[in-house]
């Protein structure tokens, strides 16, 4: 069974770093695709980046050339290296796994999710 623990968010100012980790106790997370989606309060969840089990990398309009997604196979972890942070950013952040194909940006293509880490960027 996949289980999904994110941690590492906080709160940083605009044009900082942060790393989230996503963790899973229960399966091999390169069995899998993973993916980061965040929601903002008042918003929907947004795609923001996602890693296939081949490690074909894919990213969000948004995010893109600030964010990067990798894999750590003998941790059994995925990363999300987020620079140059905005205000906009602030969100909370789910992790997501699945196994079927679909659209990646859709939330209705992943099957499981964590529990979320809240990041915040202030001015």
Same mark, same amino acid.
């Given at each position: ?7 590492? #968010?906080?709160?940083? !100012? @605009?044009? =900082?770093?942060? $790393?989230?980790?996503? &963790?899973?106790?229960? %399966?091999?997370? *390169?069995?899998?695709?993973? #993916?980061?989606?965040? !929601? @903002?309060? =008042?918003?929907? $969840?947004?795609?923001? &980046?996602?890693?296939? %089990?081949?490690? *074909? ?13 990798? $894999? ?52």
């Amino acid at each position: 069974q996949v289980q999904l623990v994110e941690s590492g #968010g906080g709160s940083v !100012q @605009a044009g =900082g770093s942060l $790393r989230l980790s996503c &963790a899973d106790s229960g %399966r091999t997370i *390169s069995s899998y695709a993973t #993916g980061w989606f965040r !929601q @903002a309060p =008042g918003k929907e $969840r947004e795609f923001g &980046a996602a890693i296939s %089990r081949s490690g *074909s990398t894919f990213y969000g309009d948004s995010v893109k050339g600030r964010f990067t997604i990798s $894999r750590d196979n003998a941790k059994n972890t995925v990363y999300l290296q987020m620079n140059s942070l905005k205000p906009e950013d602030t969100a909370v952040y789910y992790c997501a796994a699945r196994w079927r194909q679909g659209v990646v940006g859709s939330m209705a293509s992943w099957d499981y999710w964590g529990q979320g880490t809240q990041v915040t960027v202030s001015p």
